[in-house]
């Protein structure tokens, strides 16, 4: 899982779903969620590593990880 510590995550709590919300802008359909924020960053870490596989896997590219995520204003 070390890989996956090198992609910023956004973790926000959504109310439609009831649950906290991990999601990896750099890698796109990549999210999680969770009952607590530390349950969705786990959850996530584990989504990273089988995305970043099936991608390989298919012969995709992966794309590499932001420094820093810039959000729109």
Do not use: K
Not at 4 to 26: R, T
Not at 35 to 53: F, P, R, Y
Not at 57 to 71: D, K, N, S, V, Y
Request: aromatic share 6%.
């Amino acid at each position: 899982m070390q890989e996956a510590s090198h992609y910023p995550v956004i973790l926000f709590w959504s109310e439609e779903d009831g649950a906290f919300l991990a999601e990896v802008p750099d890698l796109p359909g990549c999210m999680a969620d969770g009952g607590t924020q530390a349950e969705a960053l786990s959850n996530v870490a584990l989504i990273i590593d089988e995305w970043l596989a099936t991608a390989r896997e298919l012969g995709r590219p992966i794309p590499a990880p932001r420094q820093r995520l810039q959000l729109a204003a």
